[in-house]
T-cell receptor, first 114, second 114 residues
Framework: EAQVTQNPRYLITVTGKKLTVTCSQNMNHEYMSWYRQDPGLGLRQIYYSMNVEVTDKGDVPEGYKVSRKEKRNFPLILESPSPNQTSLYFC?????????????FGAGSRLTVL | AQKVTQAQTEISVVEKEDVTLDCVYETRDTTYYLFWYKQPPSGELVFLIRRNSFDEQNEISGRYSWNFQKSTSSFNFTITASQVVDSAVYFCALLNTGGFKTIFGAGTRLFVKA
């Protein structure tokens, strides 16, 4: 089944403790992206990647890092999480699904930073 | 600058009523994609439709229909004979095909009462 898989789905952590949210897709898509969803703000793009070793900042990149060493994986790294990074995070890939390029999202990762 | 505006924060209707969700976008790109996604209470993002900027043909899929008007930069979504299962948050999104930046609207929460 074509899908984007994120882990963990739920995480509670403390300020300053580094964490990584993994994202993997099995559709061989070149493009992947991370978003955060906050009430009243919709989804905002954090980082995106056009291909292996090619990443670029979205609208809210501060406090986050990403890497794209393999086509299928695009982890989101919070080096020193802070409470304002408490949010619902989505990973997505873009590529053809039934002939049309669409954004396919993971199930989401709910992060709480205390 | 790119922007997507969903002016309706919340809409409440009674089952079987028709409801239209508005989406207005801004972009300087001549080629772009527009999307609608549904986020049910379970939290996942479900793809509904994609439109290319050069394809202004309206589309109907069962009870759902979409009206794309480039002249007014709008991509509105109508649910005919709404059902309780339509209760969700609906997001409109713009994807520029050049750099693959994505902009989401803030979302419209639809309540359908039995």
């Amino acid at each position: 089944e074509a899908q984007v898989t994120q882990n963990p789905r739920y995480l509670i952590t403390v300020t300053g403790k580094k964490l990584t949210v993994t994202c993997s897709q099995n559709m061989n898509h070149e493009y992947m992206s991370w978003y955060r969803q906050d009430p009243g703000l919709g989804l905002r793009q954090i980082y995106y990647s056009m291909n292996v070793e090619v990443t670029d900042k979205g609208d809210v990149p501060e406090g986050y890092k990403v890497s794209r060493k393999e086509k299928r994986n695009f982890p989101l790294i919070l080096e020193s999480p802070s409470p304002n990074q408490t949010s619902l995070y989505f990973c997505a890939s873009i590529g053809p699904v039934s002939g049309a390029n669409v954004l396919t999202f993971g199930a989401g990762s709910r992060l709480t930073v205390l | 600058a790119q922007k997507v505006t969903q002016a309706q924060t919340e809409i409440s209707v009674v089952e079987k009523e028709d409801v239209t969700l508005d989406c207005v976008y801004e972009t300087r790109d001549t080629t772009y994609y527009l999307f609608w996604y549904k986020q049910p209470p379970s939290g996942e993002l479900v793809f509904l439709i994609r439109r290319n900027s050069f394809d202004e043909q309206n589309e109907i899929s069962g009870r759902y229909s979409w009206n794309f008007q480039k002249s007014t930069s709008s991509f509105n979504f109508t649910i005919t004979a709404s059902q309780v299962v339509d209760s969700a948050v609906y997001f409109c999104a713009l994807l520029n095909t050049g750099g693959f930046k994505t902009i989401f609207g803030a979302g419209t929460r639809l309540f359908v009462k039995a």
